[in-house]
């Protein structure tokens, strides 16, 4: 199944220690969408995942979203959760929505995002759950958050009633290199995700906590499947292989060339999760989270 990592802008209104997109002000533009949307239709893309930057924040991501679900791609945002009116307004369109937080303790998210944020993310993605059939949070493991998983898991399933989904961190992906954590850190995280995973509703599936551990070991793992089942696009139209391999361009022409990728250099979730080839494991996963997003949530009131 073709996905595509859509980065509509380069903008944000948070101040986050590991990037930059605050600094920018690059929108996907207006003449292009239909096109480029056409355009992954050709290539047999069937989930699109719209990021950013903060998407939110591009004026014209409800058409962007519509055009989208009427083409009829299965639709999925990755967002900051600031912007609760424009998730309001593309909620008709959209399947699927993942929401950043760092920490279930309200300083240490707001610390790292640069605003006092905390508690419209947890109302945002409240108000969110029963408007898409999948809704996760995302945490980005850092030093102040690996050793407290449990505590994390427990607030997320507890207090708001969605799975918790795991990022794995790169510093080489984030411009400040600001998000200090030590490899051994990165581990524990995933090994606890790995071992307790009937303990707590995750986000993400077992394989991908096990093979983020054996990547880790440096021991053997799926293959990398970027720029043949994965794509990145960035907000001018330019497809890639990934983040890493922008010098790698794969739509020169409308027909998208075909990349052979060998590339085992880091472990970002964006494509080395779709890249585990487990159908069954991942259908299920899905179904998991729509029935828990819809299971009786009186825990989280």
């Known amino acids: 199944m073709r996905i ?14 590991g990037c930059n997109a605050f600094q920018g002000n690059e929108l996907f533009p207006r003449d292009r969408i239909d096109e480029f949307i056409d355009e992954m239709k050709y290539n047999k893309v069937k989930v699109v995942s719209v990021t950013g930057g903060e998407p939110t924040l591009h004026p014209d991501l409800p058409k962007i979203m519509k055009t989208l679900k009427e083409k009829g791609f299965f639709t999925h945002i990755a967002t900051n959760g600031t912007n ?12 699927a929505a993942t929401i950043s937080l760092d920490s279930h303790i309200p300083e240490l998210h707001n610390e790292y995002r640069g605003r006092k944020i905390f508690d419209i993310v947890v109302d945002t993605m409240k108000f969110l759950k029963p408007r898409v059939k999948v ?32 990022c794995f961190p790169d510093n080489t992906a984030y411009y400040y290199e600001r998000v200090p954590v030590e490899k051994e850190q990165i581990k524990a995280a995933f090994k606890y995700a790995s071992e307790n995973y009937k303990k707590h509703k995750f986000g993400n599936t077992r394989s991908f906590y096990e093979e983020a551990v054996l990547w880790l070991e440096n021991k053997e793992v799926s293959k990398c499947r970027a720029g043949q089942e994965v794509f990145y696009a960035d907000y001018r139209g330019n497809v890639y292989p990934c983040f890493y391999k ?4 794969l739509n020169e022409t ?15 979730q964006c494509f080395r999760e779709p890249s585990i ?21 009186s825990r989280a009131r």
């Open 4 to 17: 595509v990592i859509w980065n509509i802008d380069f903008k944000c209104n948070l101040l986050c220690k």
């Open 84 to 95: 609760k009116y424009m998730l309001e307004k593309i909620s008709p369109y959209l399947d």
């Open 135 to 166: 809704l996760t949070s995302n945490m980005l493991v850092t030093n102040f958050n690996y050793d407290k998983i449990n505590e994390y898991a427990e607030f997320v399933n507890r207090e708001i009633g969605v799975p918790v989904s795991m």
């Open 246 to 249: 922008t010098d790698v361009k």
């Open 254 to 268: 409308k027909k998208w060339k075909i990349y052979d990728n060998n590339c085992n250099a880091c472990f970002i």
């Open 277 to 297: 080839k487990k159908p069954i494991e991942q259908a299920k996963l899905i179904a998991g989270i729509y029935l828990y997003n819809r299971r009786s949530d």
